[in-house]
């Protein structure tokens, strides 16, 4: 959750690109593909392509934050600076930025506008796989992808490019499948994946690095397929089919590679020991099955073993392989009416209606705790548990949904949940620290299961810090080899 309970960023994006929209629809010529020579429709100059770029990375940067780490972001940078100069666009002004978000992701915007999230710098596993993630990306661009989408869209407008990084929260509980999901980036299709695969092996061939690096990571991206973050998709969501991508790549690479490459994993190591792993407290931060928002001073326990993500429009408890889950979310700002009416109201213009409901002490402060009635898309008749709370001017909302026939065995977990929440002290809001990479030299007998529990006490799964590290689930970390762990900050 954001810094205050409500955020609305659609609207930002519709002044930014309407007169780059209008001037675009004016200049449809054609264009020789960088990449391909051959001859294509286009309705983006370079010059556009490039405006359209500067306006998008103003949005991205205040929208994600730039992860505040100087040196991180010059080295991110050098390698792909080093990348786009034996790129076909060495000319493009290009920048490359890391994004504060925990999710896996890499994407890029026309005119050489290059993005990498610090949670998939987490997931790396050397320099080379960086300049691989990297050159896929300079790869959509040199090749004119996105502005192909774009002319294949034309009946849109550019905003649609642009927008697509960033839509309209959903409303709560409109789709049980995407309860969580506050985002939105363009998916290209496999052909012009392919080709990105191709030009990210061979920019970073011709850079120097291990073009087997871009097989090595589509690996990785397979076996991710899910762990997605919610909030942002992952590389997976946005880059699709990576284990079919691994066998086109991989005899792409053997080509490329003589041995001599580099793969600098050392370095790589050094450069990200320290990272904010997962959420930022100022989002609010997941510790196990637990929320806690520092700056709005609020705490929620949802069921153990439930899978708890972070959005920046509310957070999602789901319960594995059904369809009952739990969210908290910002309700309204506290009104003249009663909390009763208002709770009430607020359910009623979501689509349920109240069976019963009544005051009652929560965190020794009056809450309404109701039973709703109603149906959601995908799943059918549901009954939901619901709390309005008021915390100084907020009231949050805090509720667990489920079908109709499992309502009744499920309840008393989203009772114990909703009565859970309660205001952190200040005391307890300065301790909540961002958890942090560390380096950890494996020993003999460890498993993934045991460096889990002993790092920070369980803070990611034993499958997590598996696959960050490269390695399938099954197989252990041979001793002597250098990984990275999760600590508490």
Not at 367 to 383: D, N, P, S, T
Not at 438 to 444: C, D, G, I, N, P
């Amino acid at each position: 959750m954001p810094r205050t309970a409500a955020l609305s960023r659609s609207s930002r994006w519709s002044r930014p690109v309407a007169a780059l929209a209008a001037a675009a629809l004016l200049s449809t010529a054609c264009a020789s593909n960088p990449v391909t020579g051959r001859r294509e429709v286009s309705l983006l100059s370079e010059a556009e392509e490039i405006a359209i770029g500067q306006r998008g990375d103003a949005e991205i940067r205040r929208e994600m934050g730039v992860y505040r780490d100087e040196e991180l972001q010059r080295y991110v940078s050098g390698i792909g600076e080093r990348l786009a100069a034996v790129s076909h666009r060495p000319t493009l002004p290009w920048t490359f930025t890391v994004v504060d978000v925990p999710a896996v992701n890499a994407f890029a915007l026309p005119g050489g506008y290059i993005y990498v999230t610090r949670g998939l710098l987490a997931h790396l596993g050397d320099e080379s796989e960086l300049a691989g993630v990297l050159g896929h990306e300079i790869g959509h661009v040199t090749a004119r992808h996105a502005s192909q989408q774009y002319t294949r869209n034309a009946g849109g407008s550019i905003g649609v490019l642009l927008a697509s990084i960033f839509v309209p929260g959903v409303a709560p509980f409109s789709d049980l499948a995407s309860a969580g999901l506050g985002t939105l980036f363009l998916k290209y299709g496999r052909d012009d994946e392919l080709e990105s695969d191709r030009l990210g092996v061979e920019y970073a061939a011709k850079a120097g690095w291990d073009p087997d690096s871009v097989p090595r990571f589509l690996t990785t991206l397979s076996r991710l397929d899910a762990m997605s973050e919610r909030g942002i998709p992952n590389w997976l969501s946005t880059h699709p089919d990576p284990g079919s991508r691994v066998e086109k790549a991989a005899p792409v690479a053997a080509n490329q590679s003589d041995g001599t490459h580099e793969r600098n994993r050392d370095e790589f190591f050094r450069r990200i020991d320290g990272l904010t792993f997962g959420d930022d407290p100022s989002e609010g931060v997941v510790q196990a099955h637990r929320f806690l928002h520092p700056d709005l001073r609020i705490a929620v326990d949802f069921p153990e073993g439930w899978a708890v993500q972070n959005s920046s429009e509310q957070v999602v408890a789901e319960r594995e392989g059904d369809k009952v889950l739990m969210l908290l979310r910002g309700a309204s700002e506290a009104q003249g009416a009663s909390l009763a009416d208002g709770a009430r109201r607020h359910m009623r213009e979501l689509g349920f209606t109240l069976e019963q409901g009544a005051i009652e002490q929560i965190d020794a402060r009056d809450g309404f705790i109701g039973l709703y009635r109603g149906k959601v898309r995908e799943v059918g008749a549901v009954r939901i548990r619901a709390a309005h709370v008021p915390v100084g001017r907020q009231v949050y909302l805090i509720a667990g949904v489920a079908p109709d026939a499992e309502f009744a065995q499920v309840d008393p977990e989203f009772m114990a949940a909703v009565r859970s929440f309660r205001e952190l002290s200040g005391a307890e809001a300065s301790r909540i620290r961002p958890n942090r990479l560390a380096l950890y030299v494996a020993r003999s007998g460890d498993t993934w299961q045991g460096i889990a529990q002993r790092a920070a006490g369980g803070l990611v799964s034993s499958t997590r810090l598996a696959l960050m590290n490269g390695f399938a689930v099954n197989t252990q970390p041979p001793a002597g080899t250098r990984l990275k762990i999760v600590v508490e900050g």
